[in-house]
């Protein structure tokens, strides 16, 4: 089984501890998985499984609960049934109508540890807030990091599925990882891989955001989302995509833009980064940029001609910084451009991203250059494919791979 250690390492010191455990991420990046990982350490701890309740509002067992009510029936004749503490599991608790009133009423109960998952992330944060504030932990969960593919791919046995003889084994790995990305059901699959990705693309756009937020146009809707994915990595603002529609369709408006964005945003398909003026310290709104959070839409939603290396590599490593909770932005620095301003507790970091250097002077001039014009002695990174060591001026040059294995090595 697939550790999934970052999680395990954030989630431990909470445990037996009197605070609801929140799971938020995209579906299917393995928050089901990770339940019955915290539970085989429950039941490693001493814990009877009898004394564990889990319910998955996806599985046939349990979808008919719609309601809060409903959901209180099954808890409550668990609860009555064991005197001593339970451990209580809810799987996509945002199914549920009003089960932030039920989740407040059992988590007063004595005896009684509560672990939640959730797909959306506006649905979870404004309920959670309002009825359990300081009473939460969040901890937001990712498709399979590198690492984790690596692991998966050995546990089922698998060579990489591409087999360039030019390229180290890591390396083919690495492509296909770049390819198809870090969704579990993915991975395991030897073919047919962008078929399911497209199958888990289409249903969370239908199920989370069209039927959420009652869509009319969806066919409009998932042009601008296909705008969206093919200009990761670009500046994007409403008034950008307003004009890439507009002389098309008539009935678009920004409004209805920015409500796109957001909902994009609360079903996790997409990360927004703010972008900010390092000498002015203020930040710059209505054009930020999007990541997705799995590189496998990116290929599974467009055509060979319309992918960029550079952006997807890009994609990759601002995932990573997350992963490894670093709150990240985008830097401006008078003309230039730094891909990430990196910060986590008093550390900064900078980090720029390529696809080659290729010993170009051009090309060194453009990633290396912003980055010295920043005038703190924060560490500075370009991160590209290269193995060759770039490094220069006390600006550090660092593998992709090398990085996503160990992304401690970006150390101050």
């Not at 959730?118 to 932990?137: D, H, I, P």
């Not at 290929?299 to 319309?306: A, I, V």
């Not at 920043?374 to 060591?389: A, F, G, Q």
Request: with cysteine.
């Amino acid at each position: 089984m697939v550790e999934r250690k970052l999680y395990m390492d954030k989630i431990s010191s909470f445990i037996n501890q009197d605070i609801i455990k929140v799971i938020t991420g995209i579906r299917r990046c393995g928050k089901s998985y990770f339940f019955k990982l915290i539970i085989d350490e429950l039941k490693e701890m001493g814990v009877n499984e009898e004394n564990i309740l889990l319910i998955d509002l996806e599985l046939p067992e349990y979808n008919m609960i719609k309601s809060n009510s409903q959901l209180d029936e099954i808890v409550l004749e668990y609860l009555n049934s064991h005197e001593d503490k339970v451990y209580m599991f809810f799987d996509e608790i945002q199914n549920v109508e009003d089960w932030q009133i039920s989740i407040n009423s059992y988590f007063k109960l004595p005896n009684v540890e509560i672990f939640i998952t959730g797909s959306n992330s506006k649905l979870l944060s404004s309920e959670l807030s309002t009825y359990l504030t300081g009473r939460y932990v969040s901890i937001d969960m990712y498709p399979f990091s590198f690492i984790e593919f690596l692991d998966y791919k050995n546990e089922l046995g698998e060579k990489p599925i591409t087999a360039n003889e030019l390229k180290t084994e890591l390396e083919n790995y690495f492509d296909e990882y770049m390819a198809y990305g870090g969704f579990p059901i993915a991975i395991s699959l030897k073919d047919h891989k962008e078929i399911i990705l497209n199958d888990l693309y289409s249903s969370i756009l239908l199920h989370d955001i069209v039927e959420r937020h009652d869509i009319r146009n969806v066919g409009l809707f998932n042009r601008i989302v296909k705008f969206l994915i093919e200009n990761i990595g670009n500046p994007i603002s409403a008034h950008s995509v307003y004009n890439y529609l507009k002389h098309e369709i008539s009935e678009i408006s920004k409004p209805t833009i920015y409500n796109y964005l957001d909902y994009l945003e609360e079903a996790y398909v997409l990360s927004k980064a703010s972008r900010e003026d390092l000498i002015g310290k203020r930040e710059i709104t209505g054009s930020e940029k999007y990541y997705l959070m799995d590189l496998g839409f990116y290929k599974s939603q467009l055509e060979e001609k319309q992918q960029n290396t550079g952006h997807i590599l890009e994609n990759i490593v601002y995932l990573e910084l997350l992963r490894q909770d670093y709150k990240v932005t985008i830097g401006k620095i008078n003309e230039s451009e730094i891909d990430f301003v990196c910060r986590k507790g008093n550390r900064k970091i900078y980090v720029q991203v390529c696809y080659l250097i290729n010993e170009d002077e051009e090309i060194i001039k453009r990633e290396f250059e912003p980055l010295s014009k920043i005038r703190d002695n924060y560490p500075k990174y370009v991160l590209s494919m290269e193995k060759s060591d770039y490094s220069r001026d006390g600006i550090e040059h660092v593998n992709i791979i090398r990085f996503l294995k160990n992304p401690d090595c970006l150390a101050s």
